[in-house]
């Protein structure tokens, strides 16, 4: 599995989300541009002493992500998605992908790949979750229909 944050903003959700992949194994590709510097002080407490678990892969567009991996199965979490995230089924090497805080995924993203959204259902008076708990949530499911394979 692999989680893919196009260009995130705020370091505490990166750190966040990096624990959750070091928890599980996962690997994370970070877009560029981000919102912030690696040697941020808050994403690396958010983090903790996690980093050392977890495969981080950094790319300056999203199709380099894609070129890297021609074969990958990927997933677009947005609210703007008619088919919630349990009604997929996510085989192994699967890439989750999210946008970043306040914008969510670039429109020719999401257009350019309309059969693979997925979306979180929330109430209709809330813009959108944070972004790790929404990776949490998305990743636990994938995880959950293989069995959770490598987990205790």
Not at 18 to 38: E, K, M, Q, Y
Not at 58 to 72: I, K, L, T
Not at 137 to 145: D, N, P, S, T
């Amino acid at each position: 599995m692999h989680i893919v944050l196009v260009e995130p903003e705020i370091p505490a959700n990166t750190g966040n989300v990096a624990r959750t992949c070091a928890a599980t194994g996962i690997a994370l590709h970070l877009v560029r541009p981000l919102g912030f510097s690696t040697e941020d002080r808050y994403l690396k407490r958010a983090g903790l002493d996690y980093w050392r678990m977890v495969e981080v892969l950094y790319h300056d567009s999203f199709d380099q992500v894609r070129a890297a991996y021609p074969e990958g199965r990927f997933f677009f979490a947005t609210t703007r998605a008619g088919r919630s995230y349990t009604d997929v089924i996510y085989p192994p090497g699967s890439f989750l992908v999210f946008g970043k805080e306040t914008a969510g995924l670039p429109t020719t993203l999401l257009q350019a790949n309309a059969d693979h959204l997925i979306r979180i259902p929330i109430r209709n008076e809330a813009r959108s979750l944070n972004l790790s708990n929404s990776v949490a949530v998305v990743l636990y499911e994938a995880l959950r229909q293989q069995g959770f394979p490598g987990l205790r």
